[in-house]
């Protein structure tokens, strides 16, 4: 049937591999020409196409669900990740901007999450090199999930971005008292102690973590970059042969 060939093209694109990407998007164009006008197998055709890297198609079943279905989030959201994969960013930011500017549409389902997209529009501002813009898609992402850790870790990225390396480390400050453990998190407020001319005390702080997790590959090339960008280059080959020796 048309919804068992649906639901096993979800699990397949669920598996993040590219031949099973290939045997989803076979069976969604199978659904596709018997309900075409179905907005959910069109998304659905649409992130099949994009996992495949058929990005031209993918944006052109993206604008088509727009078509048919105007009020709905999904099409701008499916065109907006192909065109962050064709790296064009500021059309990104054109997609999402003026959808995220009003009410959800009429008809949304209950509990309607919009964080995703707002991430995706922060994102696109970084590239882009609009700091304090990223910055204030993230600040709304996190008041509509609130629960999210890795939106701390987004901010802090783009308070870096907008050189506010106080902020930067004073977020960063409070989320590790929360989550001591949170090692990107340690390793954004490393930076923006460095690039606010306090390097030592950003080489102490991964220090003091590489020392707690001696087994963790990522804690000595953390080191090792953190060193290149302060144009420490033995210590950083120190490091990365440490690494390497792992």
């Not at 993040?16 to 075409?36: I, M, P, T, W």
């Not at 509509?144 to 004073?170: K, V």
């Not at 220090?207 to 090339?221: C, G, K, N, Q, R």
Request: proline share 5%.
């Amino acid at each position: 049937s048309l919804e068992l060939c649906t639901r096993l093209a979800v699990a397949l694109l669920s598996g993040g591999d590219e031949a099973k990407a290939g045997r989803a998007l076979e069976l969604l164009q199978q659904v596709r020409q018997e309900s075409s006008a179905d907005s959910r197998v069109l998304y659905l055709l649409a992130q099949a196409q994009r996992s495949a890297g058929r990005l031209d198609d993918s944006e052109t079943t993206a604008r088509e669900l727009m078509t048919i279905a105007p009020g709905s989030l999904t099409g701008p959201y499916a065109l907006a990740l192909v065109l962050e994969q064709k790296q064009q960013f500021r059309k990104v930011v054109e997609t999402l901007e003026p959808v995220l500017g009003k009410p959800l549409p009429k008809g949304s389902p209950p509990g309607t999450d919009i964080t995703p997209m707002l991430v995706h529009l922060g994102f696109a501002h970084l590239e882009l090199g609009e700091s304090e813009r990223a910055l204030s898609a993230f600040e709304r992402a996190r008041t509509t999930s609130p629960q999210n850790p890795a939106i701390d870790s987004y901010i802090i990225q783009a308070q870096l971005s907008a050189r506010r390396f106080p902020d930067a480390i004073a977020l960063a400050q409070k989320v590790r008292a929360s989550r001591p453990g949170d090692q990107r998190v340690l390793r954004l407020e490393a930076e923006a102690l460095r690039q606010s001319g306090k390097a030592e005390e950003g080489a102490a702080l991964l220090t003091t973590a590489l020392e707690e997790h001696l087994d963790d590959v990522s804690a000595y090339i953390a080191l090792a970059e953190f060193n290149t960008q302060a144009r420490q280059y033995d210590a950083a080959l120190r490091f990365l042969d440490q690494a390497a020796a792992k």
